[in-house]
């Protein structure tokens, strides 16, 4: 009764007392004279009032059987993945999920591009800071020399291959896209990615295509030098 976890509450656990109770008692020692009910007047008595409201939505049988082992995330009591997957990313005891770089709003605003599928994918890794750039690679000990391998000039950083690079350089010059913008030491990352953007969203698709194809073509070649 007060060791087994059988409250069906997140998670379960067992009941909570506020009256003296004997510590070797039984689930069915709180049953009513009639075998499908519970005594209710026994369990105000010994358990909280949150709890006996839990208790009293069980429902007891009406059939003398054997106890079994349910599983109450699911309507049917029984185990699931899915359902293991969700209680494994929700318990209460979990550290709350750290997002991934970059603004929620701008990676939305890049899905609404006119890029292709596999591009705007491709943008969301750049923002979200994932792509496996030489600085990437290096902080994730896969290799020891950062370095560009087009320009051996500096290291090889999202912003160096996207925005500094003198390849990247010359995209920008045809792109439609301020070079005060890309060229302002005091716009962030995110600031001139979110300004491309507004610029994609209004080039038609060709146009956008070529100009973004540019830009993840020179970051293939980067990765097969």
Known sequence: MWTDSWIPDHPPRPPR???????????????GTIRAQWNEQKLLEVIIDEDVDKILAIKISSTT?????????????IYTVKSGYWLGIHLPTNAPPIPT?????????????????????FLWRFLSKSLA????????HIVQNDQCRRCFSAAETADHIFF??????????????????????????????????????????????????????????????
């Open 164 to 225: 500094e690079g003198p390849y990247a350089k010359k995209i920008w010059r045809t792109s439609g896209v301020s070079k005060l913008t890309i060229n302002n030491p005091n716009y962030t990352f995110e600031k001139i990615l979110k300004h491309v953007c507004n610029v994609l969203y209004q080039l038609s698709y060709n146009i956008c295509r070529i100009y973004l194809f540019g830009c993840y073509g020179d970051y293939g070649r980067e990765k097969t030098l």
């Open 133 to 140: 750039t030489g600085n990437n690679l290096k902080r994730w």
């Open 17 to 31: 007392a506020h009256g003296d109770f004997q510590a070797k008692e039984k689930v069915n020692e709180y049953f």
């Open 65 to 77: 059987r054997q106890d079994l082992l349910g599983w109450h995330y699911n309507e049917d009591d």
């Open 101 to 121: 770089h970059g603004p929620a709003k701008l990676k939305h605003k890049i899905w609404k591009t006119k890029a292709p599928a596999r591009l705007k994918d």
